[in-house]
Nanobody
Framework: QVQLVESGGGLVQPGGSLRLSCAAS????????MGWYRQAPGKERELVAV???????NYADSVKGRFTISRDTAKNTVYLQMNSLKPEDTAVYYC????????????WGQGTQVTVSS
């Protein structure tokens, strides 16, 4: 099992920025994929951005050009830099990891609230 701890959420005005962090309990180089998901009230959880073991990234169309996923392997931490935030970005943001043969194991963090409002 991998423990994931998110931090960095909060209240920000439209157009502002936040950086989320996800600290893993073991080396992220042993994890196939790490990603950020979000869930807004009354909506299903959706993928925001992922980064693979090899460093490849992928983003939801709604955040392309505004959000950047990155990692610090020395700190076993994945980041989500969020710029030009919009009210529709308001959600609980979750960190997820996929590991093991065929990425058959999954763990989630507890989530961090991001609220974009004036």
């Amino acid at each position: 099992q991998v423990q994931l701890v998110e931090s960095g959420g909060g209240l920000v005005q439209p157009g502002g920025s936040l950086r989320l962090s996800c600290a893993a309990s073991r080396s992220i180089l042993s994890i196939n994929v790490m990603g950020w998901y979000r869930q807004a009230p009354g909506k299903e959880r959706e993928l925001v951005a992922v980064i693979t073991f090899g460093g490849s990234t992928n983003y939801a169309d709604s955040v392309k050009g505004r959000f950047t996923i990155s990692r610090d392997t020395a700190k076993n931490t994945v980041y989500l830099q969020m710029n030009s935030l919009k009210p529709e970005d308001t959600a609980v943001y979750y960190c997820k990891c996929d590991y093991g043969l065929g990425s058959r194991f999954h763990d989630w963090g507890q989530g961090t609230q991001v609220t974009v409002s004036s």
